[in-house]
């Protein structure tokens, strides 16, 4: 240990505080081989550092410098925590970490300290910590001659017969003195005089006492009494003395002394025996008779502490136990026994008492350091607390045995004796157990046994071993389209299971883009709660979905951190109307549809083609007439749009036929738009005819031309009559010019009246040839799958109808379309 050099040269120069300043006078090769004397004791074994100290010195005086004596760096210790623990209830020292000084923190008294013992010890450690260092040290307390030696009494009664036989012996009081070596009692002494001498002997204990020795017969008739001043000396330095006087009578002749059956006698008596038990019996007899022979028992030369210990009956001779013997105050004790009889003759016997040891005290477990929050992620080994373990008994009673719980990943070390170590064994877990309550349990092995238990709490601190853990594997959240900015989505959470800083989740998002635009323009996470907020109106036609990735980091150090997918699902809203397809609504010549009068009911006419922009079922269309020149003519279908004739074509029916049909969507509120059809009426597909019906559109207009018309009719049939005339001369001229054909589609006819078919014939000029070809298209539900092969029934014609005259073109129209459907038959 560090602290074998220190005691070695304390076994030189500290041993005796005079001895350092004889040594100096010595010659050096005295020096010499006291260093190396030293140094090989230091060699050998060396557990307890050994000082020594005077009693009686102030307080603040220096007892050593345990820096110097362990060679330390005085600074480290009170970096190392230094600290003085003391093993007695009362502190007599402190340590001065500052300096490395031991100094006397209040004035030692060894007799109040130790009584009798011999040597009288201190015994204390100084404990450093980080590594920790145990240094176990005693400081002996040297005895100085500071208590005289004192009698019981002042004056002791003496009584005497007379005609003793010469060199008879009479033991005396002791004195006592609470000084112990040689500052203890060393030696009595009486005034010379011609009857009495003193004998100075030794008890096996060490201590002395005086017997006083007849020299020369007494004669009461002489000298009836005597006066001795007995006097008993010390041997410090200086000497102190104490005196008594000793008064002798001298009786009258009793011849027998009392006898006892054992000069001594030695008893075994347990300790903690109770009050009034046995210890043992003395007995004494007298030759003699009548008061003479009568006995009495007394303690002699007994100290006041075995007078409150044992109590002797004086007429029967039982001890008996009076006090609480304990064996660890005194093993043994000694008693002087006078009987005295009648006449005042006595005699001495004495008594040993050796007490027995039970095993009366449990362990005493006494904590020196703790470490009570230690980290979680420390090593095995690491020392968590010292203690010491004290038995007071002795023997196997005082053998200790110190254990902990099983279930627990500390475990015990034993170290210097009786101290043991509470290390860790196992890697520690504070999120599966935050602490720790250690029974440390001391048991003896005595009988029955006895058991101490100390329970030691250890916290664990935390570290940030766990990253955040999401309470989903992934998050799912819906958002209606055209939301308000700053509504809140959803909400994602993740749970640590670490404490305080390493335990506070704090939210961001990834970097991303939800299509051109990143995730912070559109997407905002609360960094605190998770809440996950949309910032701006977003737009299901535009985006469907996304994904964010969201992390949520600790604030530990450092960080640890997990991720989770965040899907946003945008929900459809009915914020688009129903858009035609088809027929173009904004055509700058809006196309008519042309439907023959011989169409049957279910006559396919057109087809409506709508969209919506929403989905599901916002997105799912249905198609009805709104208006209808003639309502009963038309149906549309509820689901396809497609307009269909519901009844055959009548003469009375209107050539020209307007229809509004709406389409409207499912959702909620629903959504419409209407599209407007313009259906004309003929009898065939003759290009003159369809140039002709390139009239407004407007129904207003037709009902009024055809008033017009009407009237007209029966004021120019004759220029209809030439007309007609006219057309068919043009017709057989033409007739092998033109070829027609007619194929079958499920599509409407579009007619341009301005577009040239037959780029061949175009003048110069631009103009229209005389005549030209066009192509019709039936569908397959018109009556015929049949191509046929129309004739120019006229030549052509101004597209202005009133440039000609409106009633004369129609009639002249309606013959000769009459005359090629009879020609077409043949």
């Not at 362990?70 to 600074?75: H, N």
């Not at 999120?431 to 349990?441: D, F, L, Q, R």
């Not at 054909?741 to 061949?760: D, G, H, K």
């Amino acid at each position: 240990m560090n602290g074998c050099s220190s005691f070695s040269e304390r076994l030189c120069f500290r041993s005796d505080p005079g001895m350092a300043g004889r040594m100096e006078a010595r010659p050096r090769k005295r020096q010499v081989l006291c260093f190396f004397l030293c140094l090989y004791v230091s060699l050998v074994a060396c557990e307890t550092i050994r000082y020594s100290v005077r009693e009686e010195k102030k307080s603040g005086s220096l007892v050593a410098n345990i820096a110097k004596d362990l060679k330390l760096d005085v600074g480290k210790l009170s970096g190392r925590s230094a600290r003085l623990v003391s093993k007695n209830t009362k502190e007599y020292f402190e340590l001065n970490t500052s300096s490395g000084d031991v100094i006397i923190k209040e004035k030692i008294d060894r007799e109040d300290l130790c009584g009798q013992s011999d040597p009288c010890l201190l015994q204390f450690e100084i404990v450093l910590e980080n590594p920790l260092q145990l240094y176990p040290m005693e400081v002996q307390i040297h005895d100085v001659n500071d208590n005289s030696p004192k009698f019981s009494q002042n004056e002791f009664p003496l009584e005497l017969p007379e005609h003793l036989p010469v060199n008879s012996r009479f033991p005396l009081e002791r004195a006592q003195d609470s000084d112990v070596g040689t500052n203890g009692i060393q030696s009595y002494a009486i005034l010379s005089n011609e009857h009495f001498s003193l004998d100075v002997q030794t008890r096996g204990d060490g201590s002395k006492y005086a017997e006083l020795v007849l020299e020369k017969q007494l004669d009461r008739e002489e000298q009836a009494q005597l006066m001795l001043i007995l006097t008993a000396a010390d041997g410090g330095l200086p000497q102190r003395t104490g005196t008594a006087q000793i008064r002798i009578n001298v009786l009258d002749s009793n011849d027998n002394f009392p006898q006892f059956s054992q000069s001594v006698y030695t008893v075994q008596l347990m300790e903690n025996s109770p009050q009034d038990t046995l210890v043992t019996k003395v007995e004494a007899s007298d030759l003699d008779q009548g008061p003479n022979a009568e006995i009495t028992y007394s303690f002699r030369q007994v100290p006041d502490r075995i007078l409150k210990l044992f109590k002797l009956n004086k007429f029967s001779g039982e001890i008996t136990v009076l006090g609480i013997i304990d064996y660890e105050e005194r093993s043994s004790y000694e008693m002087n026994i006078q009987a005295t009889d009648g006449g005042g003759l006595y005699a001495h016997c004495k008594v040993l008492v050796e007490i027995e040891d039970m095993n009366d005290n449990a362990p005493e477990v006494t904590l020196t350091s703790l470490s009570s929050t230690i980290p979680e992620d420390s090593s095995p080994e690491t020392v968590v607390a010292l203690f010491s373990v004290r038995d007071r008994d002795s023997g196997d009673n005082g053998r200790t045995v110190c254990s902990i719980q099983d279930n627990v990943p500390f475990a015990l070390k034993s170290t210097l004796k009786n101290y043991y170590q509470l290390v860790t064994q196992k890697p520690l877990d504070r999120e599966k157990v935050p602490e720790y309550n250690i029974s440390i349990t001391a048991t003896d092995r005595g009988t029955p046994r006895l058991t101490s238990v100390r329970i030691i709490r250890v916290q664990l601190s935390d570290i940030n071993d766990n990253p955040p853990v999401f309470n989903e594997s992934s998050y799912v959240m819906y958002l209606k389209e055209n939301n308000h900015p700053g509504l809140l989505i959803g909400t994602v959470h993740a749970a640590d299971l670490d404490t305080e800083q390493n335990a506070k989740v704090t939210y961001s998002a990834l970097p991303g883009n939800i299509g051109d635009l990143p995730f912070s323009s559109s997407i905002s996470i609360n960094s605190e709660n998770g809440n996950v907020y949309a910032l701006q109106s977003l737009d299901y036609e535009q985006t469907r979905d996304f994904q964010v990735t969201v992390r949520a980091a600790d604030g530990g150090s450092p960080p640890l951190s997990s991720e989770v997918i965040v899907r946003v699902v945008i929900i459809d809203e009915n914020d688009n109307a129903p858009f035609i397809l088809y027929p173009l609504q904004n055509s700058s010549s809006p196309a008519n549809d042309l439907v023959p009068r011989s169409a049957e009911a279910g006559y396919l006419v057109t087809k409506v083609v709508a969209v919506d922009g929403d989905s599901g079922q916002n997105s799912w269309l249905s198609y009805q007439l709104l208006k209808a020149t003639d309502p009963g003519l038309f149906a549309v279908g509820l689901q396809t749009g497609e307009v269909k004739t519901s009844r055959p074509i009548t003469s009375p029916d209107s050539v020209k036929q307007k229809l509004i049909v709406l389409v409207r969507d499912n959702g909620e509120p629903p959504r419409s738009t209407t599209s407007t059809l313009n259906v004309l009426l003929v009898d065939g597909f003759s290009d003159a005819y369809m140039q002709l019906l390139d009239v407004p559109q407007e129904e207003e207009q037709q009902d009024t031309l055809t008033l017009y018309l009407v009237i007209s009719l029966s004021f120019v049939s004759f220029l209809f009559l030439v007309c007609v005339v006219t057309i068919i001369a043009i017709r057989l001229y033409k007739t092998r010019q033109c070829r027609e054909r007619y194929v079958p589609s499920s599509r409407n006819f579009y007619f341009e009246p301005n577009f040239p078919t037959n780029p061949a014939d175009t003048s110069v000029t631009g103009t229209l040839p005389q005549s030209y070809c066009y192509e019709v298209s039936l569908t397959t539900g018109s009556g015929t799958s049949e191509f046929k092969f129309l004739r120019p029934l006229v030549q052509s014609l101004t597209a202005d109808p009133s440039a000609a005259g409106g009633s004369v073109l129609d009639s002249q129209i309606n013959s000769q379309l009459k005359g090629e459907k009879e020609s077409l038959r043949e």
